[in-house]
């Protein structure tokens, strides 16, 4: 089933729509607070209140060429011809360990895509700034953090940010440190930073495919779980399956008929198609879909989940009128499509659903398991945070293409604490590069996700009597925990994500303490680990760019011999 992006245009005319409608329920006498809220959502339906359709078409194919670019993009390499994203540059960020290889590819990749989208992207921010000033907003921005219906929200993510920086500061010492045995000190600036192309990952976004460089204990145990995936001949569909046990086995639903009839699980050989893995509710409450490239790996079960999270949390709304048919906010959907993640990953499920053959209890493989989780989980947090400040100073006007890539970098070093391996100019548009600007995906929700999931994870780790640690805690087969989830699923977007929050945690606030609670055993690991080491770096980018005495030292031997060669022959 070839299904199109959820263009702006589509859902705007879909939003209407359910505008209309919504006013049927309101008969239903709902209780005032309710339709007080109804209102306010049939008010607040953003582009769509424009009544200029050729605004919204304007908008819609700004974002189709931009996606576009992005889906066409690709490297050709002397060594292995034209690449595109996935799966073949993905391929070689996340297996290669050559420093000029991963240059060539992540230098590659920007060229191929943000540096073609600079002009549209300009034309983009002007365009839906425009429209969305029918709705009583200043900018895009405002209008993208109303959802949190938060009017400290910048503040209280800022806040939560900085509570989680100490801990990313030492796992990021920690890398540094194994990343410069890897590759050689003398790659890294002075600054602290670290080159953005070594982290297996085209974004530096999360770190765990190269957990390899990083095993805090070699000898003691750690899962492979792709080998093991290949070994027992794990194939698409039964990926889908052990997702879909895991989430019946807390009391969810299964997936209807038509999620396996119409979703499209792996890459069509006919025709292109945007491979980027998402959830699709067709709110005719049976109509659910994924359409994945899946491939048989670790990464893409962990997809798989996530993917099927989202098709959870649409099943358990259904029956609430369209316009509650959402999750609390954004940053909600996120958490329920990661929570599983949690449970899923630890070597105790990993042994139930046979993909580990016995369970580790030394304290050295729980560090290397509270690692591993925290390649993705912690170091996500800066670059999750980052996105949307880029963005919202975009939007506010703040910044315009004649800074966009310097302000970029200034986040992308200040908070992540890397720095671009090659000049940047305002010829490039690095953001571009990440597909949530062309795809006008708003991003800050993943941050909230990374927050909200480790609260969750401990609220029904409690409700599920767990007596393990938090991060070798298992909900699966609790239907306890489940039916917990299930309360807070069900309300949707029909009460404030407060009320959401406290129907599971028994808080009505975000907090950072359940994830620095769960990685507190790293954290004493990494202190002792980076007792000698200069953690942190300076607030702004290097300012010159290292050329690695081992790549100029070579550039300089080639140099010595060409003369020496024409020499000799012109003597001879
Ligand atoms: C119709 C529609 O748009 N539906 C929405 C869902 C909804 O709103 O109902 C949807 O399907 N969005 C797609 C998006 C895909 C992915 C993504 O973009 N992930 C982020 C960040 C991240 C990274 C690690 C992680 O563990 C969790 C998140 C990235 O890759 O940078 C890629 C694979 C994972 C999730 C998604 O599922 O969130
Ligand atoms: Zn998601």
């Known amino acids: 089933v070839h299904m199109t992006t959820n263009s702006t245009l589509q859902m705007a005319e879909f939003d209407k729509e359910a505008a209309k409608n919504a006013s049927t ?88 895509s943000g540096k073609l989208m600079r002009t549209k992207y300009t034309d983009f921010v002007k365009a839906m700034n425009a429209a969305i000033k029918f709705s009583g907003f200043n900018d895009t921005g405002e209008y993208w953090r109303s959802w949190y219906e938060t009017p400290t929200f910048e503040q209280d993510v800022r ?5 989680l920086e100490p801990l990313y500061v030492e796992l990021h010492a920690y890398v540094r440190k194994r990343l410069k045995e890897k590759y050689g000190k003398d790659m890294f600036p002075e600054t602290g930073h ?38 027992q001949n794990y194939n698409v569909t039964h990926m889908y399956r052990v997702a879909e046990d895991f989430f019946m086995s ?6 209807t008929d038509a999620f396996w009839q119409n979703s499209m699980l792996v890459k069509p050989t006919d025709r292109d198609v945007v491979c980027h893995a998402s959830a699709w509710d067709f709110y005719d409450e049976n109509d659910f879909r994924i359409k994945q490239c899946t491939s048989v790996t670790e990464d893409q079960l962990l997809t798989v989940h996530h993917e099927m999270g989202h098709i959870v949390y649409f099943q358990n709304y259904r029956h609430q009128p369209r316009l509650f048919r959402g999750g609390a906010n954004p940053g909600f959907h996120e958490g329920m499509a990661d929570i599983v993640s949690l449970s899923f990953q630890t070597p105790e499920h990993m042994k139930v659903i ?48 004649s800074n966009y890539n310097q302000h970029w970098w200034d986040l992308r070093c200040r908070f992540q ?38 609260q969750w994870h401990e609220a029904l780790c409690r409700e599920a009597g767990n007596t393990r640690p938090l991060h070798r805690c298992d909900i699966y087969n609790n239907t306890n925990a489940g039916n917990k989830l299930r309360e807070m699923l069900r309300m949707g977007s029909s009460k404030p994500w407060q009320d ?16 620095v609670n769960y990685f507190d055993p790293l954290l004493k690991w990494l202190k002792e680990q980076n007792k000698e080491e200069n953690t942190g770096w300076s607030a702004s980018c290097p300012s010159s760019i290292p050329t690695p005495s081992a790549l100029a030292a070579g550039s300089a031997n080639l140099f010595i011999s060409i003369t020496c060669f024409v020499l000799c022959v012109f003597f001879a």
């Not at 990952?201 to 460089?213: F, G, R, T």
């Not at 807390?250 to 997936?255: F, L, P, S, V």
């Not at 053959?357 to 912690?378: G, R, W």
């Open 354 to 401: 046979g993909l580990l053959d016995e369970v580790p209890q030394d304290s050295d493989s729980d560090i290397n398991f509270l690692l591993k989780m925290a390649l993705d989980k912690v170091a996500f947090l800066p670059f999750g945070y980052l996105i949307d400040q880029w963005r919202w100073s975009v939007f506010r006007g703040d910044t315009n293409s």
């Open 250 to 255: 807390i009391g969810m639903e299964k997936m």
């Open 25 to 112: 329920f309101a008969h239903d006498g709902f209780g005032n607070a309710t339709l007080k809220r109804l209102f306010k959502k049939i008010v607040n339906i953003g582009f769509a209140a424009t009544n200029d359709s050729e605004q919204l078409k304007a908008i819609s194919n700004l974002e189709a060429d931009l996606t576009g670019i992005y889906s066409k993009g690709k490297v050709c390499l002397e060594s292995k011809g034209c690449l595109q994203l996935e799966p073949g540059l993905t391929d070689i960020i996340t297996n290669s360990r050559s420093y000029e290889e991963l240059l060539a590819v992540w230098k590659g990749w920007r060229d191929a």
């Open 194 to 231: 670290i080159p953005a192309h070594l982290f297996g990952n085209m974004w530096a976004q999360q770190w765990s495919n190269i957990y390899d460089l990083l095993v805090p204990f070699p000898g003691a145990s750690s899962v492979d779980i792709t080998a093991k995936m290949k070994e």
């Open 417 to 454: 604490g890397i720095s671009s391996p090659v000049k940047r100019t305002e010829e490039d548009f690095d953001p571009g590069a990440k597909y949530h600007i062309p795809g006008n995906t708003p991003y800050i929700r993943y941050f909230v996700s990374f927050v909200v999931q480790f």
């Open 500 to 515: 959401a929050m406290e129907a599971i945690t028994g808080q009505r606030t975000m907090s950072a303490k359940p994830l």
């Open 159 to 163: 806040t939560l940010f900085e509570e």
